[in-house]
């Protein structure tokens, strides 16, 4: 079963670009998204355009990944139950989108510092 869901949050590790047995790329990465508990690990498999723009961004970056989530569990190596949440991803938005998307609304195309 999985989630429909929109996580924001920041990469705590540059994406990977990846190729699958079938000859299509794909790219993961790890977002840490805040909570109310903290920060929380979320993995992210994108494909396509997705993919294509979660490659070009690097550790630190912000972004907003919406998709279907799954909660995965695991034991550590303590033995301890642990709990996660993986998307795969349909869409992004970045700061440098958002930028391109209000400057399509207000006709702004200079070249202002963000």
Do not use: C
């Not at 989630?3 to 949050?9: D, E, H, S, W």
């Not at 920041?10 to 790890?30: C, H, M, Q, V, Y």
């Amino acid at each position: 079963m999985s989630i429909a869901a929109l996580i924001t949050g920041r990469l705590i590790a540059d994406p990977e670009r990846r190729i699958g047995n079938s000859g299509k790329p794909f790219t993961l990465a790890k977002i840490a998204a805040t909570s109310d508990d903290g920060d929380a690990l979320v993995s992210v498999i994108a494909f396509g355009t997705a993919g294509e723009q979660l490659a070009a961004m690097a550790k630190g970056d912000t972004l907003a990944v919406t998709g279907r989530a799954k909660v995965n569990t695991w034991a550590d190596r303590e033995g301890n139950s642990k709990a996660g949440l993986s998307v795969t991803a349909d869409a992004l938005l970045t700061a440098y989108h958002l930028r391109r998307k209000r400057a399509a609304v207000t006709g702004d195309h200079g070249t202002a510092a963000p």
